[in-house]
C-alpha cells in the first residue's frame, strides 16, 4: 500500500473553513491527480497536474484549489465557496508518458463538514 | 462520469457463476479503457486493462473485451468468488485524463 499517501484518514470541519487534504508520492511520478468520490456517482476529477508548477481545472473545479510545487506533494484545498464539501477524495498518480496512463491511487480523505 | 455510461448498477451472482459489466462511451479519440475494483472503505486497484489496439485481454478469471466501432467495453468475471464482492469502475483515458463510470456493486453470494 505504500508509494501513495494521504493524509488525515478521517476529517472533520465546520462549514465556511478552509481545509487543506495532503497527497504525497514517492514513485517519481510527474502526474498527479484529485478525485472526488460520492455514493453512486464514481470518481469525478477536481484537478490534475501532469508536471510541476503547472495544473489544469478538470470537470469539478468550482470550490477547490492546487498546488504543484514539488513533484511529489499536490495538496487541494476545500475552500469554503464549495457548496457540497463533505465527500471521499481520492488522490492518484501516473508517470505521465505517453503511452503509460494506469493511475495509482491514495487510500483517501474522508472529508465532513458540518 | 459524464463520458462514460456503465450497467447495471448492481449486480448479485452466485458463487461460481460468471459476472458481466458493461460500459459505453462517446469520446472516440479514447485510448486506453482501465478497469478498477474498489472493496468497501479502500482505494480502487486496477485488475485489468486494455488498450484500443486490442480486442479482448485475459488475466486468469477475469477478461475486458472492447469494441472500438461500438463505442462500449466489457469486464467478464468466471467461477466468482465471494471475495470479488466489491465496487467495479470502468474507465477511458483521452490524453491524460481518466472518465469513470458511476460503478457496478458485485455481490458473490455464498
Known amino acids: 500500500d505504500g508509494g501513495i499517501t494521504q493524509s488525515p484518514k478521517y476529517l472533520f470541519r465546520k462549514e465556511g473553513q478552509n481545509v487543506t487534504l495532503s497527497c504525497e508520492q514517492n514513485?517519481?511520478?510527474?502526474?498527479m491527480y484529485w478525485y472526488r468520490q460520492d455514493p453512486g456517482q464514481g470518481l469525478r476529477l477536481i484537478y490534475y497536474?501532469?508536471?510541476?508548477?503547472?495544473?489544469q481545472k478538470g470537470d469539478i473545479a468550482e470550490g477547490y484549489s492546487v498546488s504543484r510545487e514539488k513533484k511529489e506533494s499536490f495538496p487541494l484545498t476545500v475552500t469554503s465557496a464549495q457548496k457540497n464539501p463533505t465527500a471521499f477524495y481520492l488522490c492518484a498518480s501516473s508517470t505521465g508518458l505517453a503511452g503509460t496512463y494506469e493511475q495509482y491511487f491514495g487510500p483517501g480523505t474522508r472529508l465532513t463538514v458540518t | 462520469g459524464e463520458n462514460v455510461e456503465q450497467h447495471p448498477s448492481t449486480l448479485s451472482v452466485q458463487e461460481g457463476d460468471s459476472a458481466v459489466i458493461k460500459c459505453t462511451y462517446s469520446d472516440s479519440a479514447s485510448n486506453y479503457f482501465p478497469w478498477y475494483k474498489q472493496e468497501l472503505g479502500k482505494r480502487p486497484q486496477l485488475i485489468i486493462d486494455i488498450r484500443s489496439n486490442v480486442g479482448e485481454k485475459k488475466d486468469q478469471r477475469i477478461a475486458v473485451t472492447l469494441n472500438k466501432t461500438a463505442k462500449h467495453f466489457s469486464l467478464h468475471i468466471t467461477e466468482t468468488q465471494p471475495e470479488d464482492s466489491a465496487v467495479y469502475f470502468c474507465?477511458?483515458?483521452?490524453?491524460?485524463?481518466?472518465?469513470f463510470g458511476a460503478g457496478t456493486t458485485v455481490t458473490v453470494r455464498a
Open positions: 474507465a477511458e483515458q483521452n490524453d491524460y485524463k481518466l472518465s
Open positions: 514513485l517519481n511520478h510527474d502526474a
Open positions: 497536474s501532469q508536471i510541476v508548477n503547472d495544473f
